[in-house]
């Protein structure tokens, strides 16, 4: 058994589903297994499985014009890897993105290839002014998700939700 | 042939189906011939105006989706040409102007100068409808069968490396982007 939270993964997407995302693209990354697989699961989600996370971007951007709301599923890494089409897509075009990064290299990671990332990503979502909450307890993410939402869409600009260790890993 | 006489060709059957370009040339030059509400002009992040395209199709079955992309953008987002290929939207058709340089910041070649093909790139990723054309009438019919083919395609045309004498137009990419969006959801 993976030590991925099961439940708080089910907790997350329904969470996404509540909310009317209807699209999402994703890049595999452990954290990240049990959602994928919700969403290939699920007949009435469009899952786009990426390349690179970049891709993304465009995607949600065409999504959002489209009028289906859609949110990204990726690791800190991919964040990174997604920089410019956030600042030039998303940005310069007041595009909504719901940003669901899963935050490797915080407290507790085991790998060290996750760290220095872990390191860098609360700054440049600050660099980016790309409002951001950390989903670190259960009982948070409805509402957290929700409101990021919320705030994406008032705002018509992305937001990011950092999915922890302590929500989305069983093991200490 | 240029790729503003390929425009021109085909400008007819643009006018009520879903256009997203790239920056630079093809944006200004579609511009030339005629903004419509249901055209956008992605002017930055190269590499994504396929991926917006396929955000669209995917969105939008219903509607037939038209990206006009170039070979220094394409080249960008190789990948992307995997995942247009993995999702196969029918709806979509996927023109490269590919006119071996980057044009618009001096014209140094880009990788298909030297031989890089990507029709034959986009179809090993799986593209299932694939061709280069270099002439005029060539492209035009291309184009056509690529409508009425009802599957994805990746038609690489072939342009003479020269462009409009600036890439700045009248059109603000935000006034551009709430006019798409209206036109889409209407």
Request: proline residues 4%; aromatic residues 6%; charged residues 20%.
């Given at each position: 058994m993976s030590p991925v939270s099961t439940t708080n993964s089910?907790?997350?997407?329904?969470?996404?589903?509540?909310?009317g995302i209807r699209l999402l693209s994703a890049l595999p990354e452990t954290w990240l297994v049990h959602l994928i697989r919700l969403a290939e699961d699920d007949p009435e989600m469009i899952l786009v499985r990426l390349a690179k996370e970049e891709e993304g971007v465009g995607l949600s951007a065409g999504a959002h014009l489209a009028g289906v709301k859609s949110a990204m599923l990726m690791q800190n890494h991919g964040f990174l890897a997604s920089i410019n089409g956030i600042v030039s897509c998303a940005q310069l075009y007041h595009i909504p993105l719901l940003m669901l990064i899963t935050y490797r290299g915080e407290f507790g990671e085991r790998d060290p290839w996750q760290t220095e990332g872990g390191g860098v990503t609360e700054?440049?979502?600050r660099a980016l002014r790309i409002p951001f909450?950390?989903?670190d307890r259960p009982d948070h993410v409805a509402r957290r998700i929700a409101k990021a939402q919320t705030l994406a869409l008032a705002a018509n600009k992305p937001v990011a939700l950092l999915l922890c260790r302590d929500l989305m890993w069983d093991e200490a | 042939m240029t790729r503003l006489d390929a425009l021109g060709a085909v400008y007819a059957r643009l006018e009520d189906r879903v256009v997203v370009t790239i920056m630079g040339a093809v944006a200004v030059e579609l511009q030339s011939l005629g903004h419509r509400p249901n055209f956008f002009y992605l002017q930055h992040a190269m590499g994504l105006a396929s991926s917006m395209g396929l955000g669209i199709a995917l969105s939008r079955p219903e509607?037939?989706?038209?990206?006009?992309?170039?070979d220094g953008s394409v080249l960008m987002n190789l990948g992307g040409l995997t995942t247009l290929a993995r999702c196969r939207p029918r709806n979509l058709v996927h023109v490269v102007f590919d006119n071996e340089s980057l044009l618009s910041v001096g014209g140094f070649p880009t990788a298909t100068a030297t031989g890089s093909d990507l029709a034959r790139i986009a179809a090993a990723a799986g593209v299932p409808r694939t061709s280069t054309v270099a002439t005029l009438d060539a492209f035009t019919r291309a184009f056509d069968e690529a409508l009425a083919a009802n599957d994805l395609t990746t038609l690489v045309a072939k342009v003479e490396a020269v462009g409009p004498s600036g890439y700045v137009t009248d059109l603000s990419l935000l006034e551009n982007r709430f006019q798409f969006q209206r036109a889409l959801r209407s």
């Amino acid at each position: 058994m993976s030590p991925v939270s099961t439940t708080n993964s089910r907790a997350i997407y329904d969470a996404l589903k509540a909310s009317g995302i209807r699209l999402l693209s994703a890049l595999p990354e452990t954290w990240l297994v049990h959602l994928i697989r919700l969403a290939e699961d699920d007949p009435e989600m469009i899952l786009v499985r990426l390349a690179k996370e970049e891709e993304g971007v465009g995607l949600s951007a065409g999504a959002h014009l489209a009028g289906v709301k859609s949110a990204m599923l990726m690791q800190n890494h991919g964040f990174l890897a997604s920089i410019n089409g956030i600042v030039s897509c998303a940005q310069l075009y007041h595009i909504p993105l719901l940003m669901l990064i899963t935050y490797r290299g915080e407290f507790g990671e085991r790998d060290p290839w996750q760290t220095e990332g872990g390191g860098v990503t609360e700054d440049l979502l600050r660099a980016l002014r790309i409002p951001f909450s950390c989903l670190d307890r259960p009982d948070h993410v409805a509402r957290r998700i929700a409101k990021a939402q919320t705030l994406a869409l008032a705002a018509n600009k992305p937001v990011a939700l950092l999915l922890c260790r302590d929500l989305m890993w069983d093991e200490a | 042939m240029t790729r503003l006489d390929a425009l021109g060709a085909v400008y007819a059957r643009l006018e009520d189906r879903v256009v997203v370009t790239i920056m630079g040339a093809v944006a200004v030059e579609l511009q030339s011939l005629g903004h419509r509400p249901n055209f956008f002009y992605l002017q930055h992040a190269m590499g994504l105006a396929s991926s917006m395209g396929l955000g669209i199709a995917l969105s939008r079955p219903e509607r037939q989706v038209i990206v006009l992309d170039g070979d220094g953008s394409v080249l960008m987002n190789l990948g992307g040409l995997t995942t247009l290929a993995r999702c196969r939207p029918r709806n979509l058709v996927h023109v490269v102007f590919d006119n071996e340089s980057l044009l618009s910041v001096g014209g140094f070649p880009t990788a298909t100068a030297t031989g890089s093909d990507l029709a034959r790139i986009a179809a090993a990723a799986g593209v299932p409808r694939t061709s280069t054309v270099a002439t005029l009438d060539a492209f035009t019919r291309a184009f056509d069968e690529a409508l009425a083919a009802n599957d994805l395609t990746t038609l690489v045309a072939k342009v003479e490396a020269v462009g409009p004498s600036g890439y700045v137009t009248d059109l603000s990419l935000l006034e551009n982007r709430f006019q798409f969006q209206r036109a889409l959801r209407s």
